[in-house]
């Protein structure tokens, strides 16, 4: 089971961060990481973070504003947004998936992602 946490109303310029608590995982070898969905648009992948070495990936769109982290010991993933901008403006989702995807070109496909939060609402307006 993920359940997102930590979205709501910034204004452009701003900070959030976003947490993912999973449970239930018998392991922690696996990737997580975080996918953006806008109203109209595609879901695309943001960042996720492989679980056998703590190796991080960014979308090219965030890279410089956006941190994902993992704390193993609370089995929470966390993304810090800063730098916000009114085109972050999306629903967040973190899902999990096999460790050696997170980075590739699979990562993010139907058949590769095991399970999927439910979302948190980000909205970056003045």
């Known amino acids: 089971l993920l359940v997102e946490s930590g979205g709501g109303l910034v204004q452009p310029g701003g900070s959030l961060r976003l947490s993912c608590a999973a449970s239930?995982?018998?392991?922690?070898?696996?990737?997580i990481g975080w996918f953006r969905q806008a109203p109209g648009k595609e879901r695309k992948g943001v960042s996720c973070i492989r679980g056998s070495d703590s190796t991080t990936y960014y979308a090219d769109s965030v890279k410089g504003r956006f941190a994902i982290s993992r704390d193993r010991t609370k089995n929470m993933m966390y993304l810090q947004m800063n730098s916000l901008k009114p085109e972050d403006s999306a629903v967040y989702f973190c899902a999990t998936a096999d460790d050696s995807l997170c980075g590739t070109t699979r990562w993010g496909g139907a058949a590769a992602m095991d399970y999927w939060g439910k979302g948190t609402l980000v909205a970056v307006s003045s």
């Open positions: 239930g995982f018998t392991s922690d070898n696996y990737a």
